[in-house]
């Protein structure tokens, strides 16, 4: 009998099957702890990362299907996108670390509280212009840090959709600082 296709375990695991969820681990868990070593540098980092992949393949269901490309090429954004968020919630806790010794040492003065306070209105009301669509997209991708791939998941539309989506978006935001004077730079409109 032949080797049981990645796609047949996954719909096993799918049933709750975990022999099914054991053959995908042991057919993929050294690729994927040396992918997200790579990413991660760090071996309980990378341990982690794995674990996490499993564990979503355990109790999510309907992630994958076949028109999303081959499993191991989605397996492998899966543990991308894992190792992503390990990362960031790795800075996230040196970010509020920082900032909390920085507190102790920010005096700004009011000059620079004032022009903050326009720039972050400016913003605010440039965004508002946007779709409702695509102010979601903007405030996922730039405010909240989901990377496109994840918004295009969780909104379930294409991938280019959300890139589209982005490039019109800041398009526009760029369009209103123009008429605006540039009076709050458009350096940062990427």
Known sequence: MGRTSDYELYQKVQEENKEALEMLYDRYEKLLFSFSFKMLRQKELAEEAVQDVFMKLWRKKGLYSEDKGKFSSWLLTVTRNACIDLIRKQQKNEVEILE???????????????????????????????????????????????????????????????????????????????????????ENLR
Not at 131 to 150: A, C, L, P, R
Not at 153 to 169: F, H, Q, S
């Open 100 to 186: 909390k010794d920085i507190d102790h040492e920010r005096t700004e003065s009011v000059e620079e509280t004032v022009t903050w306070n326009e720039e972050r209105e400016g913003l605010k009301k440039a965004v508002s212009s946007l779709t409702e669509e695509q102010q979601d997209i903007v405030e996922m991708f730039y405010f909240k840090g989901y990377s496109q791939s994840d918004i295009a998941e969780r909104k379930n539309i294409p991938l280019g959709t959300v890139k589209g989506r982005i490039r019109l978006a800041l398009k526009h935001l760029k369009k209103i600082y123009r008429e605006r004077g540039d009076k709050y730079g458009t």
